[in-house]
């Protein structure tokens, strides 16, 4: 069923200050972008990493009008190959995944450190993989509801 498409609005209010010659340079990664309804112009979602990968029917019922509209979620089975990479492997995960490397460079000073160093050591492998936990959990749930909606 076709569903009129959410609109989306990009808001990036330090763009200007990427040309700044000083550490103000890192306000211009801030940005953000806000979905609407389409009926209404609900906001219904605000999402700082711009276009991310969302599982979903992609139908919502707008809690302001009631009305239907793609909220532009897609089911696993209807992503393409790189949507599907992106999904596990984000942007922000990127940066993560740099970060800790550079961590790692620092296992010497970890094993030979303090505890804090590596509590900290631990966490920065821990959390990552619950993330990636998380994720294989709603792509099933995903694959299980695009398979019950195509019956
Ligand atoms: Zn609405």
Not at 33 to 58: E, K, M, Q
Not at 62 to 67: L, Q
Not at 78 to 97: E, S
Not at 119 to 139: D, H, N, Y
């Amino acid at each position: 069923m076709y569903y009129p498409a959410a609109t989306r609005e990009d808001h990036d209010p330090f763009d200007v200050l990427r040309i700044a010659p000083t550490f103000l340079q890192l306000l211009g990664f801030i940005h953000w972008s806000t979905y609407r309804c389409p009926h209404c112009s609900d906001v219904f979602r605000t999402d700082y990493w711009s276009d991310s990968i969302r599982l979903g029917r992609g139908e919502r019922t707008c809690r302001h009008c009631a009305n239907v509209f793609d909220d532009g979620t897609r089911e696993w089975p209807q992503l393409v190959k790189r949507q599907k990479r992106k999904y596990f492997v984000p942007t922000f995960i990127v940066a993560a995944g740099v970060s800790l490397f550079l961590a790692i460079l620092c296992v010497p000073v970890i094993l030979l450190g303090d505890r804090a160093y590596r509590v900290a050591g631990i966490v920065l492998l821990v959390v990552p993989l619950l993330w990636w936990s998380m994720r294989f959990v709603w792509v099933f749930l995903s694959i299980r509801r695009y398979n019950a909606d195509s019956r």
